[in-house]
Protein backbone atom coordinates (compact mmCIF):
# COMPACT_ATOMS: atom_id res chain seq x y z
CA UNK A 1 0.00 0.00 0.00
CA UNK A 2 1.04 3.43 -0.89
CA UNK A 3 -1.27 4.95 1.40
CA UNK A 4 -3.32 4.47 4.67
CA UNK A 5 -6.20 6.83 4.45
CA UNK A 6 -8.31 7.45 7.50
CA UNK A 7 -11.67 9.06 7.95
CA UNK A 8 -11.82 11.69 11.42
CA UNK A 9 -15.15 12.03 13.29
CA UNK A 10 -16.30 8.18 14.82
CA UNK A 11 -12.42 6.89 13.66
CA UNK A 12 -9.90 9.80 14.95
CA UNK A 13 -12.50 11.10 17.12
CA UNK A 14 -15.30 9.39 19.13
CA UNK A 15 -19.15 10.12 18.73
CA UNK A 16 -19.91 12.90 19.87
CA UNK A 17 -20.78 12.08 23.73
CA UNK A 18 -24.75 12.82 24.75
CA UNK A 19 -23.77 15.47 26.49
CA UNK A 20 -22.70 17.18 24.00
CA UNK A 21 -25.56 16.84 22.17
CA UNK A 22 -28.16 17.98 24.94
CA UNK A 23 -25.77 21.13 25.33
CA UNK A 24 -26.83 21.99 21.63
CA UNK A 25 -30.10 21.23 21.89
CA UNK A 26 -30.31 23.60 24.79
CA UNK A 27 -28.70 26.23 22.94
CA UNK A 28 -31.64 25.59 20.68
CA UNK A 29 -34.77 25.73 23.52
CA UNK A 30 -35.57 22.21 22.49
CA UNK A 31 -34.96 18.32 23.08
CA UNK A 32 -32.51 16.81 21.67
CA UNK A 33 -34.86 14.47 19.84
CA UNK A 34 -36.06 16.85 18.01
CA UNK A 35 -32.68 18.78 17.75
CA UNK A 36 -31.25 16.11 15.77
CA UNK A 37 -32.91 16.07 12.53
CA UNK A 38 -33.07 20.05 12.09
CA UNK A 39 -29.30 19.07 12.96
CA UNK A 40 -28.42 16.85 9.74
CA UNK A 41 -31.49 17.55 7.23
CA UNK A 42 -28.93 20.20 5.58
CA UNK A 43 -25.39 19.27 7.36
CA UNK A 44 -24.34 18.19 3.80
CA UNK A 45 -24.45 22.15 2.20
CA UNK A 46 -22.27 23.08 5.21
CA UNK A 47 -19.73 20.07 4.87
CA UNK A 48 -18.98 20.81 1.08
CA UNK A 49 -18.56 24.94 1.91
CA UNK A 50 -21.89 25.58 0.02
CA UNK A 51 -23.25 28.00 3.13
CA UNK A 52 -21.13 29.44 6.04
CA UNK A 53 -22.28 28.68 9.52
CA UNK A 54 -24.40 31.45 10.13
CA UNK A 55 -26.34 30.33 7.05
CA UNK A 56 -26.50 26.80 8.31
CA UNK A 57 -27.78 27.32 11.84
CA UNK A 58 -30.22 29.89 10.46
CA UNK A 59 -31.05 27.03 8.60
CA UNK A 60 -31.45 24.77 11.67
CA UNK A 61 -33.32 27.14 13.95
CA UNK A 62 -35.85 27.90 10.95
CA UNK A 63 -36.94 24.21 10.98
CA UNK A 64 -37.02 24.26 14.65
CA UNK A 65 -39.72 27.41 14.37
CA UNK A 66 -37.03 29.47 17.21
CA UNK A 67 -35.61 32.67 16.69
CA UNK A 68 -32.10 32.82 15.43
CA UNK A 69 -29.59 36.06 16.17
CA UNK A 70 -26.10 36.02 14.08
CA UNK A 71 -24.72 37.07 17.43
CA UNK A 72 -24.97 33.66 18.49
CA UNK A 73 -23.23 31.99 15.53
CA UNK A 74 -19.95 31.85 17.06
CA UNK A 75 -21.55 30.27 20.40
CA UNK A 76 -22.86 27.56 18.14
CA UNK A 77 -19.95 26.63 15.83
CA UNK A 78 -17.80 26.46 19.38
CA UNK A 79 -20.67 24.00 20.85
CA UNK A 80 -20.93 22.18 17.36
CA UNK A 81 -16.44 21.85 17.55
CA UNK A 82 -16.68 20.25 20.64
CA UNK A 83 -18.92 17.98 20.43
CA UNK A 84 -16.93 16.18 17.34
CA UNK A 85 -13.27 16.90 19.15
CA UNK A 86 -13.23 13.93 21.56
CA UNK A 87 -10.10 12.28 20.26
CA UNK A 88 -9.75 8.55 20.34
CA UNK A 89 -6.10 8.10 22.04
CA UNK A 90 -5.94 4.20 21.24
CA UNK A 91 -6.62 5.11 17.60
CA UNK A 92 -3.87 8.02 17.54
CA UNK A 93 -1.86 5.47 18.96
CA UNK A 94 -2.18 3.41 15.75
CA UNK A 95 -1.48 6.46 13.59
CA UNK A 96 1.73 7.09 15.81
CA UNK A 97 2.90 3.07 15.51
CA UNK A 98 1.84 3.36 11.40
CA UNK A 99 3.91 7.23 11.01
CA UNK A 100 6.86 5.31 12.98
CA UNK A 101 7.20 2.55 10.49
CA UNK A 102 7.23 5.05 7.68
CA UNK A 103 3.78 4.65 6.33
CA UNK A 104 2.50 7.20 4.14
CA UNK A 105 -0.77 8.53 6.15
CA UNK A 106 -3.86 10.70 4.94
CA UNK A 107 -6.84 12.09 6.22
CA UNK A 108 -9.94 12.36 4.60
CA UNK A 109 -13.17 13.59 6.15
CA UNK A 110 -15.94 15.45 5.21
CA UNK A 111 -15.56 18.21 7.50
CA UNK A 112 -16.88 21.79 8.13
CA UNK A 113 -14.41 24.26 7.34
CA UNK A 114 -13.60 25.12 10.88
CA UNK A 115 -13.44 22.01 11.79
CA UNK A 116 -10.91 21.38 8.94
CA UNK A 117 -8.87 24.41 10.30
CA UNK A 118 -9.11 23.37 13.93
CA UNK A 119 -7.92 19.87 12.95
CA UNK A 120 -5.33 21.32 10.76
CA UNK A 121 -4.12 23.62 14.34
CA UNK A 122 -3.68 20.23 16.00
CA UNK A 123 -0.22 19.15 16.89
CA UNK A 124 -1.15 15.07 16.11
CA UNK A 125 -2.18 16.58 12.53
CA UNK A 126 1.56 16.63 11.51
CA UNK A 127 1.13 12.63 11.14
CA UNK A 128 -1.01 12.98 8.33
CA UNK A 129 1.09 14.23 5.05
CA UNK A 130 -1.82 15.06 3.75
CA UNK A 131 -5.35 16.38 5.47
CA UNK A 132 -8.33 16.45 3.00
CA UNK A 133 -11.87 18.26 3.64
CA UNK A 134 -15.22 18.32 2.54
CA UNK A 135 -15.29 21.66 2.80
CA UNK A 136 -12.05 22.52 1.12
CA UNK A 137 -12.51 19.76 -2.24
CA UNK A 138 -15.98 20.84 -2.43
CA UNK A 139 -16.58 16.83 -2.78
CA UNK A 140 -18.07 14.60 0.22
CA UNK A 141 -18.36 11.32 1.05
CA UNK A 142 -19.69 8.50 0.01
CA UNK A 143 -19.42 10.10 -3.36
CA UNK A 144 -17.40 8.05 -5.62
CA UNK A 145 -15.47 11.71 -6.78
CA UNK A 146 -13.91 12.26 -3.44
CA UNK A 147 -12.20 9.45 -3.36
CA UNK A 148 -10.97 9.64 -7.21
CA UNK A 149 -9.89 13.36 -6.28
CA UNK A 150 -7.91 12.52 -3.17
CA UNK A 151 -5.88 9.85 -5.64
CA UNK A 152 -5.11 12.60 -7.83
CA UNK A 153 -3.90 15.04 -4.69
CA UNK A 154 -2.00 11.92 -3.05
CA UNK A 155 -0.37 10.97 -6.58
CA UNK A 156 -1.43 6.82 -6.63
CA UNK A 157 -3.79 4.65 -7.95
CA UNK A 158 -6.79 3.74 -5.75
CA UNK A 159 -5.66 0.08 -5.38
CA UNK A 160 -2.61 1.04 -3.81
CA UNK A 161 -4.94 3.12 -0.85
CA UNK A 162 -5.91 1.65 2.07
CA UNK A 163 -8.76 3.49 3.31
CA UNK A 164 -10.79 3.51 6.87
CA UNK A 165 -13.94 4.42 8.00
CA UNK A 166 -17.19 4.05 10.44
CA UNK A 167 -19.31 4.08 7.74
CA UNK A 168 -19.98 1.54 6.00
CA UNK A 169 -21.55 3.46 2.85
CA UNK A 170 -18.37 5.28 2.89
CA UNK A 171 -16.34 2.02 3.10
CA UNK A 172 -18.59 0.92 0.41
CA UNK A 173 -18.16 4.33 -1.68
CA UNK A 174 -14.11 3.58 -1.84
CA UNK A 175 -14.54 -0.10 -2.19
CA UNK A 176 -15.79 0.58 -5.52
CA UNK A 177 -13.49 3.01 -6.98
CA UNK A 178 -10.82 -0.01 -6.31
CA UNK A 179 -9.56 1.07 -2.58
CA UNK A 180 -9.11 -1.43 -0.42
CA UNK A 181 -11.46 -0.57 3.07
CA UNK A 182 -11.58 -1.11 6.26
CA UNK A 183 -14.68 -0.62 8.79
CA UNK A 184 -13.92 0.64 11.58
CA UNK A 185 -15.20 -0.24 14.89
CA UNK A 186 -12.76 0.23 17.78
CA UNK A 187 -8.84 0.67 18.10
CA UNK A 188 -8.35 -2.97 18.99
CA UNK A 189 -9.88 -4.43 15.97
CA UNK A 190 -8.45 -1.97 13.98
CA UNK A 191 -5.07 -2.73 14.71
CA UNK A 192 -5.95 -6.81 13.96
CA UNK A 193 -7.32 -5.86 10.67
CA UNK A 194 -4.09 -3.70 9.95
CA UNK A 195 -2.26 -6.83 10.59
CA UNK A 196 -3.83 -8.93 7.59
CA UNK A 197 -4.81 -5.88 5.57
CA UNK A 198 -1.26 -4.61 5.08
CA UNK A 199 1.75 -7.01 2.81
CA UNK A 200 4.08 -6.62 6.14
CA UNK A 201 1.95 -7.40 8.43
CA UNK A 202 1.70 -5.64 11.79
CA UNK A 203 3.20 -6.66 15.51
CA UNK A 204 -0.04 -8.41 17.76
CA UNK A 205 -0.62 -4.89 19.25
CA UNK A 206 0.86 -1.68 19.56
CA UNK A 207 3.38 -0.44 22.05
CA UNK A 208 0.75 0.87 24.51
CA UNK A 209 -2.40 0.07 25.59
CA UNK A 210 -4.96 -0.12 23.39
CA UNK A 211 -8.75 0.05 24.57
Sequence with gaps: MDWIVFDYAGVISHAPPDQAGVRLAEAAGVEPGVFWPAYWKNRAAYDL??????????????????????EDVDRLVALDLGAWFEINDATLEIVEALNARGMRLALLSNAVVEMARLI????????????????????????????????EILD??????????????????????????????DAARLWADLAFALPSGMPARPSGQVR
Design 49 to 70: GAVDAAGYWRDVYRQLGRPFRE
Design 120 to 151: DGQSWARLFRHRLFSSDLHLAKPGAQIYRRAC
Design 156 to 185: TRPEDVLFIDDRQENVDAAASVGMTALLFT
